[in-house]
């Protein structure tokens, strides 16, 4: 004879389905928490971005004030060396990026006019056989919708003047806090770390430590593969043949330092400029070593 099955326990039930339910609450919580953080940081972004970028590069400048701190020179000359040596790198390889583009320019517009004038005389005799009519009714279309878009595009255009100002001030800001961190980075953490409670003073400034000294190593690890793609394109570039490749290379460096979209701009003008300058088999050779580095 089989014995009949125990009913369940009830109180066993009710206890999962409580730490179910808390489990849930705690979720939504940390969701509503998150898009409230979010919407915080869009709101304050104009103050938020600058403090982010200050503190970064201060968690890679910091090693470099430590050094020569060490070695003699006081706190505020180490500051001064090490940003105006960051800036002088920085507007060095701008300006020269800058000023090759603007003096190979015409030679980049040649190429561009030869490139379209190649695309145009394959679409006339190549397979698809179109006839010139359909190419000019095609300019004139275009010619058209810019004409009946001129007023937004002069919105984007004062969209775009408000927000260079903007970067402007931000990077005004941005400077001013990381010559405040270099400096006294140390005394302002001491500081939020005494409005601690004791018995979590001593953890929090472990933590606190701990999280600056790993942030330092991602950003030397950031400049460390900024470096490494601009020589790997740089390197391709040069063997292609194709013009620009110096400048090319100093702005494939410095859009590493972008999040998510730098690397795939300066790696996309690369393509381009070798597309428009040395034909479609250079410009899928530089797209294929910018994937591989």
């Not at 090319?248 to 979209?261: A, E, K, R």
Request: proline share 4%.
């Amino acid at each position: 004879m089989s014995d009949d099955p125990k009913p369940p326990d009830s109180d066993r039930v009710a206890r999962r389905l409580r730490s179910a339910g808390l489990t849930g609450a705690a979720v939504l919580v940390l969701v509503a928490l998150g898009w409230l953080a979010l919407r915080l940081v869009a709101l304050l972004s104009a103050v938020v971005i600058p403090l982010a970028v200050a503190l970064l590069l201060a968690a890679l400048l910091h090693p470099l004030v430590v050094r020569l701190h060490r070695a003699g020179l006081p706190q505020w000359s180490a500051v001064a060396l090490v940003v105006v040596g960051a800036l002088a790198l920085l507007g060095g390889l701008l300006t020269f990026a800058v000023n090759s583009l603007l003096r190979e320019l015409p030679a980049l517009q040649d190429a561009i006019e030869s490139s379209v004038a190649g695309v145009r005389d394959w679409l006339v005799n190549g397979p698809l056989q179109l006839s010139r009519r359909q190419l000019e009714q095609g300019v004139d279309d275009l010619t058209d919708w810019l004409r009946g878009n001129a007023e937004s595009l002069a919105s984007g255009a004062g969209t775009t003047a408000s927000a260079a100002g903007r970067f402007l001030a931000g990077s005004v800001l941005a400077l001013f806090v990381l010559i405040f961190l270099l400096h006294d980075g140390h005394r302002i953490w001491s500081g939020l770390v005494r409005r601690v409670p004791r018995d979590l003073g001593a953890r929090v400034d472990a933590s606190g430590r701990h999280a600056f000294a790993r942030l330092s190593g991602y950003t030397r690890a950031t400049v460390a593969v900024a470096l490494l793609d601009a020589v790997g394109i740089g390197i391709g570039l040069l063997l292609v043949g194709v013009p620009f490749a110096l400048p090319l290379t100093s702005l494939v460096f410095l859009g590493g330092f972008i999040p998510f979209v730098g690397a795939f701009v300066s790696g996309a003008a690369a393509v381009l400029i070798a597309l428009f300058t040395n034909g479609p088999v250079a410009a899928l050779i530089i797209a294929a070593v910018v994937i591989v580095v």
